[in-house]
């Protein structure tokens, strides 16, 4: 069956340091893949969206890749501050239908 | 409205009762959608709507579950009898996307926390 896992589920790092979560998927070869972020007693908000045929997407301090063969996306934010923690969520369409079939999330804490 | 508004925020009852669990959609968007998250976990994927019809149903747990957008636009989460496994967060969100067309992208509410005592 199709399975999203995120790499941990909880990760620190220090305020300016990059921080990199891994989300990766099988049983899927998705048309694009998405990420959300998730803060506490919210619902999760879209951050980017990178497609397959798209190595790499870059939203500000965001950067996002996807690796069609290795079945990966890595999310990456440069010079983290405390007011990026939360937590982060991937999603991909389920199985070429309308809908979203998301992981189960890394919370991030970003330490002064 | 501005953004997918849902009532109650917060929703505690008793095992056996039954709750309705409302979500109001961005205005315009014609696919809506209810999640159940569970402390710890990603949102599970409950149903989804494109329009009034329910275009995909198969994360509703069993029969006590249910979800009905009679005009297209409101829609409320129905559930009888309900357990202490029942509590959760549903979260609805809405999109823009047309059945079979592009990527889609949610916009979600805020959720209704439920808790069966």
């Known amino acids: 069956s199709q399975k999203i896992e995120q790499n941990s589920e909880a990760l620190n790092i220090q305020e300016g340091k990059t921080a990199t979560l891994t989300c990766n998927y099988t049983?899927?070869?998705?048309?694009?893949l998405q990420w959300y972020r998730q803060d506490p007693g919210r619902g999760p908000v879209f951050l980017l969206l990178?497609?397959?045929?798209?190595k790499e997407k870059r939203k500000e301090r965001l950067k996002v890749t996807f690796d069609t063969t290795l079945k990966q996306s890595l999310f990456h934010i440069t010079a983290s501050q405390p007011a990026d923690s939360a937590t982060y969520l991937c999603a991909l369409p389920r199985g070429g239908a309308n809908n979203l079939f998301f992981g189960t999330g890394t919370r991030l804490t970003v330490i002064p | 409205g501005a953004g997918v508004s849902q009532t109650p925020s917060n929703k505690v009852t008793e095992k056996g009762k039954y709750v309705e669990l409302r979500c109001d959609p961005i205005?315009?968007?014609?696919?809506l959608y209810w999640y159940r998250q569970s402390l710890g976990q990603g949102p599970e994927f409950l149903i989804y709507?494109?329009?009034?019809?329910?275009?995909?149903d198969s994360g509703l747990p069993n029969d006590r579950f249910f979800a009905v957008r009679p005009e297209g636009s409101v829609s409320t989460l129905k559930i009888q009898r309900t357990e202490r496994g029942d509590s959760a967060v549903y979260l609805c969100?809405?999109?823009?996307?047309?059945?079979?067309?592009?990527?889609?992208?949610?916009?979600f509410g805020a959720g209704s926390r439920l808790t069966v005592l």
């Open positions: 709507f494109q329009g009034t019809g329910a275009a995909d």
């Open positions: 049983n899927y070869s998705p048309a694009y």
């Open positions: 205005s315009g968007h014609t696919a």
């Open positions: 990178i497609r397959e045929n798209e």
């Open positions: 969100a809405s999109s823009l996307k047309r059945q079979g067309s592009g990527a889609n992208v949610l916009t």
